[in-house]
């Protein structure tokens, strides 16, 4: 039998009028259930607190709590709170608070054979503690005759669901690989996923570039659906060519079957409106949304296929914006393709919904080592001191002087700081307060505000309520950074994270089981370490399918790329460039650690060969110019490229055959040697006892294993790569490299 909660019955079916996202300051979810139990404290012996309640409608089991009962009284509540003006609790808000408390008010006169009830509405003023209270009096005929069409509908589209997911289990069942046979290495990743999923264990796996890990690993969680018990499967990446992959893996294994796919892209891209606010009287695809997203949702689901190109073509035709109604579908998907944050972020959706609505979820997540860099980012907060003047010129008298705090308490610590750059392990409680009473100060302004907050007061709240709510589980895990202008000026506070375990750990063990997986995701232990897998997660280094005598790798001993020594090895690097190119004409990349150091080369290389056709990377490239530079590579062609390692040319760019034939990198990719970076260093060392490692040695030859991988990218490729340092002679950074690459030691030019 269908089961539906109060809760989602209501949203799924009383949901009505505009979208309306406006700022308005809400309660946290701790203050909302310390409200209800205020209210409820103050009612009489009679009152009933959380009052369970069951009923089938329609073959369809609904259940809930309803928040409080007097039986005496006959008088149901349903407890909501806020802050603000009460008339700015939106209309759709509203409208869903009421079918939620008439529901409990149907059930209760059913349970307890009632003619009549009382159904009150109790909004509890969080500031003031002062309650508004909405009721009438209800027959229970009418409250029923409601209930029922709310379940008519409900029941309906739980039936097609339950249908829809018999076919989606059956079909998935029989599924059968793309192509027939597996390539080298795709069966093993393929074949431990499954088993990870099946014992509901994290799986985190280094497979080589080229073997097909998107379809290796997507094939046996959607062949074990049904097996597992799936509800549904997450594929998570750090970029958007990434999304792309994923997309196209997922059209080649549900072609043809009952699998619901969706894509999810952030509102900034998704929207047909720019510069219109996401509510009714802005945008047009805003007003009355909720009553046309029924026939949207109903097309969409027909559809199955939802990437972006198809939810815009659909909302067009219903006039919905596209972006709420991908929202809307995530609950009616059985794979959502989106990037990390949507699952991994302090407010990500999926994770809340996953959790929220109890989902057994199998997630994916490409290119698994971005992950480290980007959760770091995550759960970190800056807060620029300029903003506070563009705010104050803005605020109100009490608002201003909350903001003069904390200047004062910020110009404190600022002339207390020995240099530009300080980080503490230990919170300036000071101005921590002073922080937390200036989102205090901008709560109460936008709660009295009949429209949202000006741009510059909106965008410090945002900022200093990101810092404040870090600093309130700040640890170990994270240091306070202050910056200074150079003549002593604060410039910038940062709650920076460095090991994200602690964040993300609850995430992999919500989900019945997790893959990650990479091309460079070794060693093992250090992801563990930083990202929190659970204890008992499965490490799998799949053998590449590439021979030794497919690549040659050569170091040149004799070349060092350190900073000091650039200027004076820069005529090796362009002789032995050149000299490779007149031996095998063709096409290269050659990566540098920085747009200053590739410049160098780039100019010194093009004085020395000017019959060589170079071409290089410049900062901040639009797509159009991304996409120009990777044209050039031609099959037949000729000539250099110059890019930045670590940058957009260094991963996710396939050159198979000709188009690429060599690559040299003149750099181990080390993060540079800092003030943060220390802070980082020392951290490591700390906690793990690995402080070079974890903080320069692994991330800079994961990019040069990266930039290299660009090289071999099928069974046929053949090709050269020269590494243009001593250091990559080194014991400790050979064990970095791929197994199968047979290094030699290079001569001198």
Known sequence: MPRVSVKSLCAFAAKAGDLDIRFVPAPTAHEGQAGHTLVQSRRGPGYEREVALETVVHGLQVRG?????????????????????????????????????????????????????????????????????????????????????????????????????????TQMAELVFPHGDFRTGQHKLSRDVYRAAARRRCLIAQAPTGIGKTLATTYPLLRGLAAHGTDKVFFLTAKTPGRQVALDALRQLGQGRALRVLEMTAREAACERPGAACHGDSCPLAKGFYDRLPAARAEAAEARWLDREALRRIAAGHGVCPYFLGQEMVCWSDVVVGDYNYYFDGSAMLYALAREEEWRVAVLVDEAHNLVDRARA???????????????????????????????????????????????????????RSLGDAVAALSELAAQ?????????????????????????????????????????PLSLTVRNLVPAGFLRPRFAAASTAVLFSGTIAPFGYYRDLLGLPEDAVELEVDSPFRAEQLRVDVARDVSTRLRDRPRSLPRVTALMGRQFAQRPGNYIAFFSSFA??????????????????????????????????????????????????????????????????????????????EPNEVLRERMEAMFGQGYAYTYLYPGMRKVVQAAGRVVRTEQDTGVVHLL?????????????????????????
């Open 449 to 489: 505000s009949s429209s949202e907050l000006p741009g510059p007061l909106q965008a410090l709240f945002f900022e200093l309520l990101a810092v404040v709510r870090l600093a309130d589980v700040f640890g170990p895990h994270s240091v306070f950074e202050v910056a200074n202008t150079p003549h002593g000026e």
């Open 65 to 169: 709590r309803a928040d409080g009962y007097d039986a005496g009284q006959r008088r149901v509540e349903e407890i909501k709170t806020f802050r603000g003006e009460f008339e700015r609790i939106k209309g759709n808000h509203r409208a869903l608070h009421w079918a939620q408390a008439r529901t409990y008010a149907a059930m209760l006169c059913e349970r307890d054979a009632l003619s009549s009830i009382t159904v009150a509405l109790v909004y509890l003023d969080l500031a003031s503690g002062e309650e508004t209270v909405l009721q009438e009096q209800c027959q229970a005929e009418a409250l029923q005759a409601a209930l029922q069409t709310m379940c008519e509908a409900y029941a309906r589209w739980a039936q097609q669901e339950e249908a829809h997911r018999t076919l989606r289990d």
């Open 597 to 674: 150091y590739l410049d160098m080369a780039f100019e010194a290389f093009a004085r020395a060969h000017p019959e060589v056709t170079v071409w290089r990377q410049s900062p901040a490239m639009s797509e159009r110019e991304r996409a120009d530079f990777v044209a050039r590579f031609t099959p037949a062609g000729r000539g250099i490229a110059f890019a930045v390692l670590g940058g957009a040319f260094a991963e996710g760019v396939d050159l198979p055959g000709d188009r690429l034939v060599g690559a040299f990198v003149a750099s181990l990719g080390l993060p540079q040697h800092d």
């Open 725 to 749: 340092d001593d250091r990559f002679a080194r014991p400790e950074v050979l064990a970095l490299l791929p197994r199968w690459w047979q290094v030699t030691g290079g001569t001198a030019p």
């Open 378 to 432: 995550m759960y970190s907060a800056t807060l620029v001191h300029g903003l506070l003047a563009q705010a104050d010129a803005a605020a109100p008298a009490f608002v201003q002087a909350a903001l003069r705090r904390v200047r004062r308490e910020w110009r404190q610590l600022a002339q207390a700081q020995a240099g530009a750059y300080a980080a503490m392990t230990v919170l300036p409680e000071p101005l921590v």
